[in-house]
């Protein structure tokens, strides 16, 4: 079973509806196709700002001085050339506005993907293509599009120009490979269709996305020092790395994650395939994560431009290969963080097995980071948490500072024998690889130094593993 809930109140559910709701076959093939990088930055006009759905342009206001000096034409030569000019002139943006909504109808947005959800750092292919499904030709056409930009770290929106023959396409078919986690969106939002005099400029609302969920890294963190967090055995819960046999619940196929202790050997033999034994509940301690996804503090300009992402995603994988070896042991699990996309509101899971982390993976791989302020210091989670007894709480974070510390140790010191007991953790995920100068990571250094120093004198285990 596994319980999502918003701020503690609003129940969550979530829905894995993997690759069906996915468009396929999309295919495009030239003998020499430049890159879409290439093509889009090449064809940059601005950044997209929603336009009116239909405006002049400027060769409209150039149009009413020609009819003007068209009507003077015909009343001062009276002749039936000037007549025939005057009659085209008056007709010529009915002409024009006929052509906007006819070309308008027949231009076609495709997307599609491969993969609606991909791992991190592995390629993923999507297409994206504007067609011209009919014979006329639509030379001025401008295109608000989505597309990865540096070094595919987000998705930003450019406004290119194209030019579509009969029949034509432009095609922006790519693949990319994600360094971060996340939720991309790729695709086009505005078409925007000139007539051939550039009289006037009709809005296509193609509003057409694909969405690639990137997903994080599975890890695996083993247990540094003497002891971890959750090895200690409280006086009313006993610590145990099995699962108590008694409460047998139902039969499953085997998922990445599973005990091994818990597969059904007997009939894995019979079925041709590893099935495992579930259990309607553990016996094991409660763990408590908290996860930081809060945005690294770069006042001084000493960190890398994606340092948000990069430690983020670091939080991230670490929180979750936490979680996945307490399950192992098992111990149940609950999450806890902020989401960026609910400002303000705790997010949580209680994970009672491997498939319970599974189903919330895409809830919290998909997190948005939140403002560094104190409405969003997630060492302020803690107080969420009601026992003292039989409890180990562990906080995941690339953050070692002092503000850090002092929240840390206030929220540890309401578990009162907890921490005596070495039942409070810190899993610390180390950025300094996006320090730009050596100055700067010296002085970082020391300073996560003498705070892993102040957390060990706490009675916190710290540990920092290398992913």
Same mark, same amino acid.
């Given at each position: ?37 290439? $093509? @889009? ?5 601005? %950044? ?63 997307? =599609?993907?491969?993969?609606?959800? !991909?791992?991190?750092? %592995? ?28 070094? @595919? ?9 194209? %030019? ?8 922006? =078919? #790519? ?47 083993? $247990? ?21 046999? @008694?409460?047998? =619940?139902?039969?499953? #196929?085997? $998922? =990445? ?15 041709? #395939? ?50 996945? $070896? ?55 989670? !803690? ?29 540890? %010191? ?33 300073? @996560? ?7 060990? #004198? ?10």
């Amino acid at each position: 079973m596994c319980r999502i809930k918003a701020n503690g109140k609003k129940q969550l559910a979530i829905e894995n509806t993997g690759d069906a709701g996915v468009k396929q076959g999309l295919t495009h093939k030239t003998s020499r196709k430049p890159t879409y990088r290439d $093509r @889009a930055l090449s064809h940059i006009i601005t %950044s997209p700002k929603r336009g009116l759905k239909f405006v002049p342009c400027s060769n409209f206001w150039l149009y009413l001085l020609l009819l003007a000096g068209a009507l003077l034409f015909t009343q001062a030569l009276r002749s039936p050339i000037s007549a025939v000019l005057f009659v085209f002139m008056l007709l010529l943006p009915l002409f024009t506005l006929a052509y906007l909504f006819i070309a308008s109808a027949c231009v076609k947005v495709y997307v =599609s993907n491969g993969q609606v959800q !991909a791992q991190k750092l %592995s390629p993923v292919k999507f297409g994206l293509k504007i067609a011209n499904d009919s014979i006329i030709p639509i030379p001025f056409t401008e295109i608000d599009i989505s597309l990865p930009v540096g070094r @595919a770290m987000r998705c930003l929106g450019r406004r290119v120009r194209v %030019s579509l023959a009969p029949f034509g396409c432009y095609d922006l =078919s #790519e693949e990319v490979t994600f360094p971060y986690r996340g939720k991309y969106e790729i695709g086009v939002s505005d078409i925007y269709i000139y007539d051939l005099f550039r009289m006037f400029r009709l809005r296509v609302d193609a509003d057409t996305f694909t969405t690639v969920f990137v997903m994080p890294r599975r890890l695996t963190i083993g $247990r540094e020092g003497t002891h971890a967090p959750s090895d200690v055995n409280t006086s009313s819960v006993k610590n145990i790395t099995g699962i108590d046999r @008694a409460e047998l =619940s139902d039969i499953r #196929e085997y $998922r =990445s994650g599973d005990n091994m202790k818990s597969i059904h050997w007997k009939l894995s033999s019979k079925a041709q #395939e590893l099935v495992v034994k579930e259990y309607a509940m553990n016996s094991g301690n409660r763990v408590y994560i908290f996860a930081d996804m809060a945005k690294i503090r770069n006042a001084d300009n000493i960190y890398e431009d994606d340092i948000n992402e990069y430690a983020a995603d670091g939080v991230v994988e670490l929180a979750i290969a936490a979680a996945s $070896r307490e399950l192992q042991e098992g111990n149940d699990c609950t999450m806890i963080w902020y989401d960026g996309l609910r400002p303000g509101m705790m997010q949580s899971a209680t994970l009672e097995s491997a498939g319970d982390l599974e189903s919330v993976l895409p809830l919290f791989s998909a997190a948005e980071l939140c403002p560094s302020d104190e409405s969003h210091d997630f060492t302020r989670l !803690a107080v969420t948490v009601t026992e003292t007894q039989g409890v180990t709480v562990i906080f995941v974070s690339a953050r070692m500072d002092a503000p850090l510390v002092r929240g840390i140790t206030a929220a540890a %010191s309401a578990f009162g024998a907890l921490t005596a007991r070495g039942a409070v953790g810190y899993i610390y995920f180390d950025p300094s690889e996006r320090i730009k100068s050596p100055e700067a990571l010296t002085a970082y250094r020391e300073t @996560a130094e003498n705070c892993r120093r102040q957390l060990n #004198e706490a009675g916190i285990t710290v540990i920092s593993p290398k992913i």
